[in-house]
């Protein structure tokens, strides 16, 4: 059994944080967000396609959402894409162009998102746990194997504990301002 590497660990609760932040994105505040838009899926040219793989999405207000369709035969298959996402928006056709107007959360969809918000953070720091149980159990093993000594364990499961500790600070720093925003007026 090889040596196990802290850094791989490392790299793997980062990712944790990143795909947080993924989902984030993702999750809709009051302001307009191109990111709102990451989760439609178009049919377009009898395949599914992300929508910014036949449109280009703008915001020009901080109330409005811009989506200019390349091709004019998408435009009712982007529209309808849109209004199935099950993200609450109405766009207006304007020509090749679909204007969405971002409409302000209520009070109650606000807490339900910032539960959501919480849920996603929770999933982020169970995985990342579960690379310190990966890394710990490793680290009995190479110790086992003869591969490092005792004392190395100890250094290395007090080391992947102070990255998991990182990466979930990290990761309830970002929820907090993730719930900061969602619930701003």
């Avoid at 850094?7 to 984030?24: G, H, N, T």
């Amino acid at each position: 059994m090889p040596k196990p590497d802290l850094k791989s660990y490392r790299d793997r609760m980062d990712k944790a944080v990143s795909a947080l932040k993924e989902e984030f994105a993702g999750l809709r505040t009051g302001r307009a967000n191109a990111g709102l838009l990451d989760p439609v899926q178009v049919d377009a040219y009898g395949s599914t396609s992300p929508l910014h793989a036949v449109a280009a999405i703008s915001v020009p207000e901080p109330r409005m959402i811009s989506v200019s369709v390349w091709d004019k035969s998408m435009v009712v298959a982007v529209e309808k894409a849109i209004r199935s996402a099950g993200l609450g928006l109405n766009p207006i056709t304007d020509g090749q162009t679909l204007r969405i107007p971002v409409p302000p959360l209520t009070e109650e969809r606000r807490r339900d998102l910032a539960k959501l918000a919480a849920k996603y953070a929770e999933q982020q720091k169970i995985a990342v746990r579960n690379v310190r149980r990966d890394a710990n159990d490793d680290l009995k093993k190479a110790e086992k194997a003869g591969e490092i000594s005792q004392d190395d364990q100890k250094r290395m499961e007090t080391e992947v504990q102070k990255d998991t500790d990182a990466a979930i600070k990290r990761i309830d720093e970002a929820l907090k301002v993730k719930e900061a925003e969602i619930m701003q007026v």
